[in-house]
């Protein structure tokens, strides 16, 4: 069994008295593992684009975004059909912007999991402390400096991407 929550008409019928209310029956259902669906068909783009911002802070609830939970927040921005803008500036809001994590890497934002762990891969055997000891002082401190801002670009995508 599958239930079907209808926003636009639980609120305007004041089957619930607002949005928080509607949140607070959504995050009991995720917590309880009951499976339901959000019939979007009539309702307006800002109240959708309010959803999603619900269900990242729902996502967020028990700790970090698992990976499961980004791929079931991005089919539901496209199921409701937000903006990509939007889901990236909503994403931002409650996860922060990693886009200067993903530059270090020389990745765009977009980059697979694959991609992001290839680029870190090449980066970390290019500029390893090990590897840069036989070079001179001041190239040795650098690779390391180089070594280290990948390692924690690294480390914060994985954290935002809940890997």
Known sequence: ITLELCP??????KAVADLQELKHIMQTFWDRKVKFTINTDSLPSGERLRLLDALYEMALADGPLQRSEREALKRMAEGLDVPDAKV???????LGD???????????PDATDAEV???????AARFHPDKAAHLAPKAAE?????????RDAYEEIRRLRGL
Do not use: V
């Open 117 to 123: 762990k290839s680029a870190y891969r090449k980066l």
């Open 98 to 108: 990693a886009t200067a994590h993903y530059q270090t890497l020389g990745l765009p």
């Open 88 to 94: 990236q500036a909503l994403a931002e809001l409650h």
């Open 8 to 13: 636009t008409s639980n609120i305007h019928t």
């Open 142 to 150: 650098q690779a390391a400096r180089r070594f280290q801002a990948a």
